[in-house]
């Protein structure tokens, strides 16, 4: 199974952007889905997660700006940016696990290339 992200660029402060998640080859029907972001030399950091169920999980720094939902088609997954700042700027990297504590632990047993989001002030 491969994830693979798209959507990522470059905008201005309060700019928005619109991440996608799709993963090819075969996923559980129970699999829980998550992004996470990272800045070079910093610790790799959960934004949001959504299980099979339609549980939501959100991170504070984002809770209000972020939304994340499942996509029309099976195995998508989308991240509504709003709001942006500067210090959301990050590598931004799409994960996968069919358990709920492994993923929202940053310990998910896939994960894509990643799709880099600059935002500037």
């Known amino acids: 199974v491969d994830l693979q992200e798209s959507g990522g660029g470059s905008v201005q402060t309060g700019g928005s952007l619109r991440l996608s998640c799709v993963a090819s080859?075969?996923?559980?029907?129970?699999?829980?889905m998550g992004w996470f972001r990272q800045v070079a030399g910093r610790k790799r950091e959960g934004v949001a997660a959504?299980?099979?169920?339609?549980?939501?999980s959100v991170a504070d720094s984002v809770k209000g700006r972020f939304t994340v939902s499942k996509g029309n088609a099976k195995n998508t997954m989308s991240l509504q940016m709003n709001s942006l700042k500067p210090e959301d700027s990050a590598m931004y990297y799409c994960?996968?696990?069919?358990?709920?504590?492994?993923?929202?632990?940053?310990?998910?047993?896939?994960w894509g290339q990643g799709t880099q989001v600059t935002v500037s002030s």
């Open positions: 959504l299980d099979f169920d339609g549980t939501v």
């Open positions: 080859g075969y996923l559980y029907s129970g699999v829980c």
């Open positions: 994960a996968a696990d069919n358990s709920w504590s492994a993923l929202t632990g940053g310990r998910a047993g896939i």
